[in-house]
């Protein structure tokens, strides 16, 4: 299988559900277990500039020579702000795969989009276009397997650089990405107070 030299992962910074305005976005790159450096830059919260801001940063960064894959968790960035995954690809001429826990219910995710968010229908056909989410074998038991979208990233390569980055994490894909544990909140409540 092909290895890629570098892999960067971005996602946005939380925020209030009141704030307007830019979201912090960061980008970590590895270059297998090790960290090489981190990108940010500000995406718009629910804007249209996400494609064109990714595209920008990997660009201008020293990395750009060797990165192979760019990933993101969810097609959308500071809320609804949404990747086109096509142009992304495109831009960079690099593989983008987009990887969820869960299954997004979009009929919900249309309805905001149509109802609430300027250029509702232009982000709506974005993620159509993205296709389906399909269920990435990873090694990790089906029901927490990974789910990806994927931008010019072929099913094969797509599989050996989520197991890469799982590696690099030090921890099961369904730990998340930080490889910290998610307890859940009754098993939380149990454990006695030292």
């Not at 797509?158 to 099961?172: D, N, Q, W």
């Not at 894909?173 to 490889?179: A, F, H, K, N, P």
Request: no cysteine; aromatic share 4%; net charge positive.
């Amino acid at each position: 299988m092909r290895r890629f030299a570098h892999v960067i992962g971005f996602d946005d910074a939380p925020f209030d559900r009141a704030h307007r305005g830019d979201v912090p976005l960061i980008g970590a790159v590895y270059a297998g277990q090790r960290l090489e450096g981190v990108l940010a830059g500000k995406v718009r919260r629910d804007g249209a500039n996400a494609t064109r801001v990714l595209a920008s940063l990997v660009r201008r960064s020293r990395f750009r020579a060797h990165v192979k894959l760019v990933l993101l968790q969810g097609i959308a960035l500071a809320g609804f702000n949404v990747v086109d995954l096509a142009g992304l690809h495109r831009a960079l001429g690099i593989p983008v795969l987009v990887v969820v826990r869960r299954p997004p219910n979009l009929a919900r995710v249309r309805r905001a989009l149509l109802e609430h968010v300027p250029g509702g229908e232009r982000k709506w056909r974005l993620i159509e276009r993205a296709g389906p989410v399909e269920p990435l074998r990873t090694g990790v038991r089906p029901a927490r397997r990974p789910l990806a979208r994927r931008g010019g990233a072929r099913a094969r390569g797509a599989r050996y650089e989520l197991v890469r980055a799982r590696a690099a994490a030090h921890g099961p894909l369904d730990r998340g990405w930080s490889g910290a544990r998610r307890e859940p909140a009754s098993r939380l409540e149990s454990r006695p107070v030292a």
